[in-house]
């Protein structure tokens, strides 16, 4: 749907960019008459290959640091623990 605007916004001296789109309810009409489901999907396989790659590397990153920090903790806690004679 941002493509069918982005693509309004640059037809500006159309007859056609003046008289729809104007809306996104406009959009969403257009969109479900002229491409059905599948417009609505147009372009999600190139955003996913720009995201996914980053969110990986995010995902990967969290875990480890979420388990060293886990390990620490109880690291600590061991310590603790030895040091008082508990």
Partial sequence: MR???RVNARQ????LARTH???IP???????THEGLAGFYRGLGTNLVRV???T?????VYENLAWLLKRAASRREAR???????
């Fill in 56 to 60: 990986c590397v995010t995902f990967v």
């Fill in 21 to 23: 789109h104007r809306t």
């Fill in 52 to 54: 996914l790659p980053g």
């Fill in 12 to 15: 500006n001296d159309s007859v």
């Fill in 26 to 32: 406009s959009t969403i009409a257009h969109t479900w």
């Fill in 3 to 5: 493509n069918h605007l």
């Fill in 80 to 86: 603790a623990r030895a040091g008082t004679g508990s």
